[in-house]
């Protein structure tokens, strides 16, 4: 089992930035990828950006230029640098990680932008 733990959500106004943090513990063995997804009231859940344990990057195309991902060294942590924040983004953002073709997930953070 692994488990996920986030912090860094919080309430921000338009143009403002966050910063997410998510930090693995249990069992991080053969973990394959680390990322972050958001879903808003009443949509799904949504892509925001993923990084493999090679370093390979996939985002979102709208988070492309205003969200950075990145990890700490010894991989067991994500971070997601948000910038240019708009009410749109607006969600809980939830830490994924993939281990041995099985999904985990984090209990989630809030992240509100006001206009």
């Known amino acids: 089992q692994v488990q996920l733990v986030e912090s860094g959500g919080g309430l921000v106004q338009a143009g403002g930035s966050l910063r997410l943090s998510c930090t693995a513990s249990?069992?991080?063995?053969?973990?394959?990828?680390m990322g972050w997804y958001r879903q808003a009231p009443g949509k799904q859940r949504d892509l925001v950006a993923t990084?493999?344990?090679?370093?390979?990057?996939n985002y979102a195309n709208s988070m492309k230029g205003r969200f950075t991902i990145s990890r700490d060294s010894a991989r067991t942590s994500v971070y997601l640098q948000m910038n240019s924040l708009q009410p749109d983004d607006t969600a809980i953002y939830y830490c994924?990680?993939?281990?041995?073709?099985?999904?985990?997930w984090g209990q989630g953070t809030q992240v509100t932008v006001s206009s």
């Open positions: 994924n990680c993939i281990r041995w073709g099985q999904n985990y």
């Open positions: 990084i493999t344990s090679t370093g390979i990057i």
């Open positions: 249990g069992s991080i063995g053969g973990i394959f990828s």
